[in-house]
T-cell receptor, first 113, second 117 residues
Framework: GENVEQHPSTLSVQEGDSAVIKCTYS??????FPWYKQELGKRPQLIID?????GEKKDQRIAVTLNKTAKHFSLHITETQPEDSAVYFC????????????FGAGTRLTVKP | EAGVAQSPRYKIIEKRQSVAFWCNPISGHATLYWYQQILGQGPKLLIQ????????DSQLPKDRFSAERLKGVDSTLKIQPAKLEDSAVYLC???????????????FGEGSRLTVL
């Protein structure tokens, strides 16, 4: 089955700097890649997603890039703010079914003011 | 719009005891999921319902875990008997998407944190 690896497990940046989180997946059939943000004690919430027919998607300070050949995708956060501090999870879905979705282990991002 | 509701938020039990968690999805969401999130790990799917039918329960430890979704709305997840390794946050999620291969956003509840002593 699908295996998703996420790096780094922890990331600390200064406010205003950029943050990059990378994920790799094993199944070349995966075609849907969402990113979820989970603040401490809160529920995971979708922040951005990308499908395999595009290479990049941007939403204000957040962008996701996908390299299907290398089977990896990345989350980019620019001009980080303290409220960006959270755990970020990537996921990959094979054949577009949510029951095939596999989550990475998460990255704890800390933005220092 | 009301979100996914879960209860209880916290539960502490001793090993070999039983526990049940309840989930009420967003109104109109046909698909409901139970995930197990062990500390430091990503959510792991336990079971997926489409209305009141099971779509996937391949990762549900059926010797001790059971789940049902009567009437295609609320759902309960039960663990009996609990083991130490069951300590985790149990997340319920729902989505509007009705059928594969289209995926959609998962709306998660706040989760039920289980501690097994």
């Amino acid at each position: 089955g699908e295996n998703v690896e996420q790096h780094p497990s922890t990331l600390s940046v200064q406010e205003g700097d950029s943050a990059v989180i990378k994920c790799t997946y094993s199944d070349s059939a995966s075609n849907y890649f969402p990113w979820y943000k989970q603040e401490l004690g809160k529920r995971p919430q979708l922040i951005i997603d990308i499908r395999s027919n595009v290479g990049e998607k941007k939403d204000q300070r957040i962008a996701v890039t996908l390299n299907k050949t290398a089977k990896h995708f990345s989350l980019h956060i620019t001009e980080t703010q303290p409220e960006d501090s959270a755990v970020y999870f990537c996921a990959a879905s094979v054949r577009g079914n949510n029951n095939d979705m596999r989550f990475g282990a998460g990255t704890r991002l800390t933005v220092k003011p | 719009e009301a979100g996914v509701a879960q209860s209880p938020r916290y539960k502490i039990i001793e090993k070999r005891q039983s526990v049940a968690f309840w989930c009420n999805p967003i109104s109109g969401h046909a698909t409901l999921y139970w995930y197990q999130q062990i500390l430091g790990q990503g959510p792991k799917l336990l079971i997926q319902f489409q209305n009141n039918g099971v779509v996937d329960d391949s990762q549900l430890p059926k010797d001790r875990f059971s789940a049902e979704r009567l009437k295609g709305v609320d759902s309960t997840l039960k663990i009996q008997p609990a083991k130490l390794e069951d300590s985790a946050v149990y997340l319920c999620a729902s989505s509007l998407v009705r059928a594969a291969p289209i995926t959609g956003e998962l709306f998660f509840g706040e989760g039920s944190r289980l501690t097994v002593l």
